[in-house]
T-cell receptor
Framework: AQSVAQPEDQVNVAEGNPLTVKCTYS??????LFWYVQYPNRGLQFLLK??????LVKGSYGFEAEFNKSQTSFHLKKPSALVSDSALYFC????????????FGTGTRLQVFP | GAGVSQSPSNKVTEKGKDVELRCDPI?????LYWYRQSLGQGLEFLIY????????KSGLPSDRFSAERTGGSVSTLTIQRTQQEDSAVYLC????????????FGPGTRLTVT
């Protein structure tokens, strides 16, 4: 069965430092992978996705993610964190072929300190 | 263009009452999803509609929950005989499985059962 894991409940980083939010997946076949962000009292916003092509995917707000097939990972990264990046981040994988139904991770709360 | 809209934004109801939550997906999106999120926690999948196919109801927590999608567009999530544990934010999303695949989320309905 498809699954996705976010091993960290919370990540703390100082403003200006690089950040990484981890995600690993388990799928049969080629994965479709997504990152979403949820700012306080808001709905989820799409950040980026990997479907095929380059392993390094660039998305909104300066975020990027690297698809690593051998490590079955899709970690979210940003070279220089901003306080405004503080939010809840969700990794997701498509459940199967011919569907956009997603399986979401449990979420990682990113706290960027000034 | 217009995004996913949900109404009402907030709903306070007494225990035992029925409630209806509405979702207007993005025009042309054939897939529609309902999720539940408790107090900034993870997403709980409820139900998924795709075109004219039978909906995937595997996430509905009890038979008090039901949803319909009329004319392949607007969806209504109904909770009968509400309980305090139903208090949560109910999120709706839509996607175009023949297009970009990512789900677009509405702002959610915050349901409080007193």
């Amino acid at each position: 069965a498809q699954s996705v894991a976010q091993p960290e409940d919370q990540v703390n980083v100082a403003e200006g430092n690089p950040l990484t939010v981890k995600c690993t997946y388990s799928v049969s076949g080629n994965p479709y992978l997504f990152w979403y962000v949820q700012y306080p009292n808001r709905g989820l916003q799409f950040l980026l996705k990997y479907i095929t092509g380059d392993n390094l995917v660039k998305g909104s707000y300066g975020f990027e993610a690297e698809f690593n097939k051998s490590q079955t990972s899709f970690h979210l990264k940003k070279p220089s964190a901003l306080v405004s990046d503080s939010a809840l981040y969700f990794c997701a994988v498509r459940e199967g072929l011919n569907t956009d139904k997603l399986i979401f991770g449990t979420g990682t709360r990113l706290q960027v300190f000034p | 263009g217009a995004g996913v809209s949900q109404s009402p934004s907030n709903k306070v109801t007494e225990k035992g009452k029925d409630v209806e939550l509405r979702c207007d997906p993005i025009s042309g999106h054939t897939a529609l999803y309902w999720y539940r999120q408790s107090l900034g926690q993870g997403l709980e999948f409820l139900i998924y509609f795709q075109g004219n196919s039978a909906p995937d109801k595997s996430g509905l927590p009890s038979d008090r929950f039901s949803a319909e999608r009329t004319g392949g567009s607007v969806s209504t999530l109904t909770i009968q005989r509400t309980q305090q544990e139903d208090s949560a934010v109910y999120l709706c999303a839509s996607s175009n499985p023949r297009g970009s695949h990512e789900q677009y989320f509405g702002p959610g309905t915050r349901l409080t059962v007193t």
